[in-house]
């Protein structure tokens, strides 16, 4: 197994959907990019796993133009069926090249959905993301960091297939990325700002996650 594929977004979703619960983290995800991307002057964004839309609806209510995509047609559709009057939602794999001209977008966007993958797709996706973003643009990301590893283990057991990679028992695979390893990813960008965010439970506050929010400029 590559990497979780189609199948898998779809029961992932559909089941969502029947149990009455979104995969929603509120503003935690884009609150920390809207003053970034003020400042580069972005009006188009792209935005990679986007789910059932509540992030690509919120940049949109901020006055940005938004397409959204995702592998999985369930989210889509949910998305489009709640969101579809403000942001432009498409099923796409971003393993595969997208139907976008290069420089397309003024940003790029992707939180929690470009680590699930092996490191030969990992880096295709950041090189597209590099094809798709205009001179100038911006990427922003949050991405799951190694300290998240040993938090995940400890709900969700895992087998390696590669340093950091790993699948779990539910059929997600999951890719911990270091500081080190995204900047080898983000080399080719003119200035690149990584921040290590832990994430508290939403009622327990303890550690629940830990990711890197990443701001580079193209």
């Not at 006055?63 to 939602?89: C, H, K, N, P, W």
Request: hydrophobic share 45%.
């Amino acid at each position: 197994m590559a990497h979780a594929g189609v199948e898998f977004w779809d029961q992932f979703f559909r089941q969502r959907l029947e149990s009455g619960s979104d995969l929603d983290w509120a503003g935690l995800w884009t609150g920390p990019f809207l003053v970034p991307l003020r400042q580069a002057g972005v009006q188009t964004i792209l935005e990679l796993g986007c789910g059932t839309g509540n992030d690509a609806a919120r940049l949109a209510g901020e006055g940005y133009s938004v397409t959204a995509t995702d592998l999985s047609g369930e989210a889509i559709g949910r998305a489009q069926a709640m969101f579809g009057s403000l942001a432009r939602f498409l099923v796409a794999d971003m393993t595969q090249r997208l139907p976008f001209p290069d420089g397309s977008f003024d940003a790029v966007m992707s939180n929690v959905a470009m680590h699930m993958f092996p490191d030969d797709v990992t880096r295709a996706v950041f090189a597209q993301v590099g094809r798709l973003v205009r001179p100038g643009g911006l990427f922003v990301f949050h991405v799951n960091s190694l300290e998240d590893r040993p938090l995940r283990a400890g709900r969700l057991p895992a087998r390696e297939l590669e340093p950091d990679y790993v699948a779990e028992e539910s059929g997600q695979t999951m890719h911990f990325f270091s500081e080190p390893y995204l900047r080898e990813l983000l080399a080719g960008w003119q200035r690149v700002h990584l921040v290590p965010v832990p994430v508290p439970h939403h009622t327990t506050g303890e550690l629940f996650k830990h990711v890197w929010r990443g701001i580079a400029h193209r």
